[in-house]
Structures are given as C-alpha cells and as structure tokens.
C-alpha cells in the first residue's frame, strides 16, 4: 500500500506549519493500513499526545537539519517507555524494560527527528528475510505474497510505504542491505561502534553494524551530513573497484539496468582483484556461521534453555550451534576471517569503494527462501560482514516494480565517500 511518499523536507515543511496536522497525517496513514499488517511491521507506537509534543518541540528549533522529520526505530534500539522485545515472545521477561535512550535514537533527536515508534524484525536480528514465528511475515510493500528482506523488515516497509522518511536498521550479515534492495531503498551501514552497542539490543556484538534506510538518495544525503561526524577524504576523484562478477547468479535484465550506475561512478574492472576477491574471501560466510553464532550464543547463554520452547525453533538452532563447532572447524574460521580482511585492506590502499550486488535476486516468496538461498545469499553479503567494511546500499529498479541493489563498501566509517557517490549519482 504505498502512498505518495514525503521526503524529510515535505515532513518539515508541515511538521513546522502545523504540529497538530503532521501527527494527524501520520496517523491518518497508519489508520489505512489493515490491522494484520500493523501487527506484522510494527512492535510499538507513541500516543497522539506522545507524538504531537514530539512535533511540537521540533517546532521550537527549526534550524535543526531534521527538525519535523518522523523516525522509526528498529526493535532493537531502546527508546524509554517502549519495550524492546527483538520481536521475540519473551525478551522483556529476561532484560528490564529501557530506561536509557539508544546513542543512534538521541543523534537523531538531537537534530530534530521525531521518535514515531518501533519496527518488527526477524526474532533477535537472526536472518535476512523478514519472516517472524511470532507476530507473522513482514509483507513486501509492492508485492505482499512475497518477503520484505530483514531483519530489518517493518523499517524496510515502513519507508517505502511513505508512513516516515526515515528508520533505523540494524545490518550483522545484511539486514540493512537486503531489505533495502528488495524493497527499492537507499541503506547505510557502519561499523560495529557506539551505535550499534549503546541501548542497542545485541545478535551479536563484535559483527553488529547501526544504520538507516529511506526512499530517497537526498533524503539520505540529508541525515549523513546531520548526524554523521564527517571525516574528508583526498579531494581527488574517488576510484571505485567493479566486482559484480564475482556473483555469476545475477540476471541480464539487473546487469544492464547496473551499467549506467556504475558508469555515473566511475568503477572499473580488475581481473585480478576479483581473483583475490573469489580466492581470499570464499569462506568468509563458514567463518561468519562460526564466528557470529558464538558471539550471538553468549548474549543468549543465561536463557537460551531454560526458554527454549519460546524461540522460533530456527533462530534457537542457529543459536545452539555454537556450542558444536570443532576446533579444526574455529581455526578454519579464524583463518578465513584473517584473509578476509587481508583482502579488504590491501584493496582499499588502491580504491576507495568497491561495487558489489547486495542480493542475487529481486524479493521471493517465504516459500523460496530455503537453506540454499540463503547461504548463496550469505556468500554476497558475509565478506562485508566479516571485514567489518560499512557499505551503502543503491536501489535498482528492474521491470514491474522489482528491485535490487548494489552495496557499495568503503573503508572507514564516517568518511565522506557516501556523500561524494550519492553526489555522483545525482
């Protein structure tokens, strides 16, 4: 059900005209949506009252950057007087309710967002398809019999559908980055840092990255420059790296409509960094199923059996198969994490960002997300993942509304390459 969508500035412009009349524009829009899709995308929503002192003291520094601008917050991050519940049937019931505001939730704030609610995920962040045992599938927003991606998904939805400009997501192995291709969205993610620890409910500590997603590229551009510390890079042309072969499971149609992307940037091919690319990063996704489950097992540890009855019995496998892995199978890991990030720090002393597929496919029904499209999924976004590299996510459109996306991943977190490839791309 996407409606005509409002930009950041559309919001501002009547968030300061008129506080009352955004917050009932807001939930006029929330209304139009069909209570089983509300309980699919959204875990929690403020009050009226809540909402319109929120745009209400937007309106007393309009000089702010996002000043009248609604937010969503994935599920993870803590807002208080909202529960966070990772969309699990129980989290609250083994950690307190927040009492503290997520480090990401208050940079936002601080520039004039206004909190508008929390977004449903996969249970506890752990998957890329949107799928929840809980609280139901998070419909595609253009084609509901299919996933929105995740875990990222109410934010995913949201967005698109126009109910705010902006929500965070999370992106541990592509939760950012797949939801935002399949649903024709701009996505950015960091590194693991203060944004993704801080009031941030953890899959996994040492792999988490924080972020956001919107409908626009300026509208994009526009919360980088607000909220993100900005650090120059050289004022010479940025060179990119094309390593879109490197996925050979990619239709001719996204091939073609990827072109005139990568051409507007500048990326060239080098056959021999996509060798190293295949050679020293094709274990990176048996490094990260190690490496990750054991970092996800410890958040978990105090109850993952004495609760096991209430995980959804795939995330519960994914957690309880870090206690099985071999030493032979951790040094493999560890081996793999270490060539890994060999590669991308040799590659980035000669480019600055480096062009990658973020899925191999459009959006598919929960139908077809079997186990091996999912590790061919994970083959594409775990080298970013266990190199710890922040990317951000372009959409491309396909035919008939289908879209996908390109991950464009970049060496240091708060760089300025983002805002120079979103210049490039107009």
């Given at each position: 059900m996407p409606s005509q969508t409002k930009t950041i500035r559309d919001w501002q412009e009547l968030a300061l005209e008129s506080p009352e009349r955004a917050t009932r524009t807001y939930f006029e829009q929330i209304s139009n949506i069909p209570q089983d899709t509300q309980r699919r995308v959204f875990a929690s929503l403020p009050s009226f009252e809540e909402l319109l002192g929120g745009f209400e003291k937007a309106g007393s520094y309009p000089r702010a950057a996002l000043a009248g601008a609604p937010y969503l917050l994935k599920d993870l991050y803590d807002y208080p007087g909202f529960p966070t519940t990772a969309s699990s049937s129980f989290l609250p019931e083994v950690r307190p309710d927040p009492r503290e505001e997520a480090a990401l939730s208050i940079a936002l704030r601080s520039q004039g967002a206004v909190f508008a609610g929390k977004t449903h995920l996969n249970e506890f962040a752990y998957?890329?398809?949107?799928?929840?045992?809980?609280?139901?599938?998070?419909?595609?927003?253009?084609?509901?019999?299919?996933?929105?991606?995740?875990?990222?998904?109410?934010s995913a939805w949201a967005v698109k559908c126009g109910i705010a400009p902006v929500a965070t997501g999370t992106d541990t192995a592509g939760s950012i980055r797949v939801p935002a291709a399949w649903c024709g969205l701009w996505g950015i993610r960091f590194a693991p840092?203060?944004?993704?620890?801080?009031?941030?409910?953890?899959?996994?500590?040492?792999?988490?990255?924080?972020?956001?997603?919107?409908?626009?590229?300026?509208?994009?551009?526009?919360?980088?420059?607000?909220?993100?510390?900005?650090?120059?890079?050289?004022?010479?042309?940025?060179?990119?790296?094309?390593?879109?072969?490197?996925?050979?499971?990619?239709?001719?149609?996204?091939?073609?409509?990827?072109?005139?992307?990568?051409?507007?940037?500048?990326?060239?091919k080098d056959e021999e960094a996509l060798a190293a690319y295949l050679s020293e990063t094709s274990d990176s996704p048996f490094s990260y199923a190690v490496l990750q489950s054991q970092d996800a097992f410890e958040v978990h540890r105090l109850w993952i059996d004495e609760y096991r009855d209430r995980y959804d019995p795939v995330v519960w496998q994914r957690l309880d198969r870090a206690r099985h892995w071999s030493e032979a199978e951790n040094e493999r890991a560890l081996k793999a994490e270490r060539s890994t990030k060999r590669f991308f720090a040799r590659c980035f002393e000669s480019y600055d960002y480096i062009v990658l597929p973020a899925t191999q496919s459009p959006a598919i029904p929960a139908a077809e997300h079997t186990d091996r499209f999912r590790n061919e999924l994970l083959a594409i976004t775990a080298p970013a993942s266990v190199g710890r590299v922040p990317a951000l996510t372009i959409p491309i459109g396909l035919e008939n509304g289908e879209t996908q996306g390109l991950q464009l991943l970049f060496r240091a977190p708060y760089s300025d390459v983002p805002l120079r490839l979103l210049e490039a791309l107009g």
């Open positions: 998957g890329l398809s949107g799928e929840n045992l809980s609280y139901g599938d998070c419909p595609h927003p253009l084609f509901p019999e299919r996933l929105s991606g995740g875990s990222s998904s109410g840092d203060e944004w993704s620890s801080k009031g941030c409910f953890p899959l996994a500590p040492k792999f988490d990255t924080a972020g956001w997603m919107t409908a626009t590229g300026q509208d994009m551009e526009q919360v980088i420059r607000a909220i993100v510390p900005l650090e120059s890079t050289p004022s010479r042309p940025l060179r990119g790296l094309n390593l879109i072969d490197a996925i050979p499971k990619l239709s001719p149609m996204f091939r073609s409509r990827c072109s005139d992307t990568i051409s507007k940037m500048g990326a060239e």
